[in-house]
């Protein structure tokens, strides 16, 4: 785990997306611990996926004095993102990428890309999206990929600092969990068995 300089990255500016009203990224750490979810795109399908995969735990979060937040790199698709209610915590938008870059989050190139999209990790979530009913759609940036953070209440440590190797990579839920060292019944979506081009449930 790479290390991450709460004070530094805790000064970035991050948008509500309800709001429109700019906050500190501390902020949301100040007074209880915080997970911290950075999506590729708000209009991406795995990452749709992903969302519902993680609100499952909002309510054991809540329950825990845990806030849940999600973090998109750009306001496209926002909209669409929040009616679609792949997400059950507050959603705020880093317009500058700053975290993401600080976090280490890499930027994918036009050739690395494709690879990384067509790689088995991305083809059972989105195979297990579609599953679900979950779309998406290829707006915006393609080329950030994302993570998480989790953070102790006022910044006192990092619990887990999550980087995405591919765009299929997520953190279980029980890891999720365990991190914050509380209990979940959560139950995690079954991804798909894929053989190259056949996806079962």
Request: net charge neutral; with cysteine; glycine share 12%.
């Amino acid at each position: 785990m790479a290390n991450v300089d709460l004070a530094k990255l805790g000064k970035n500016l991050l948008k509500s997306g309800e709001t429109g009203e700019t906050v500190e990224l501390q902020s949301l750490w100040q007074d209880q611990p915080v997970v911290l979810f950075f999506l590729r795109r708000f209009g991406c399908q795995v990452c749709r996926w992903m969302a519902t995969e993680i609100s499952k735990l909002e309510p054991d979060l809540r329950a825990s004095g845990v806030a849940l937040v999600g973090v998109g790199p750009e306001e496209f698709g926002l909209k669409e993102f929040r009616e679609g209610g792949f997400f059950n915590g507050s959603i705020y938008v880093d317009e500058h990428k700053k975290s993401y870059k600080d976090l280490g989050f890499k930027r994918y190139t036009a050739l690395s890309l494709v690879p990384a999209a067509l790689g088995k990790k991305v083809r059972d979530a989105a195979a297990k999206a579609n599953a679900d009913g979950i779309k998406g759609n290829f707006s915006g940036d393609l080329l950030q990929s994302g993570g998480m953070l989790i953070v102790a209440k006022g910044g006192e440590k990092v619990l887990v600092h999550f980087i995405q190797d591919s765009p299929g990579d997520h953190i279980p839920l029980e890891d999720v969990s365990m991190a914050l060292g509380i209990s979940s019944n959560a139950k995690a979506g079954q991804m798909p068995v894929c053989n190259d081009d056949v996806c079962t449930r």
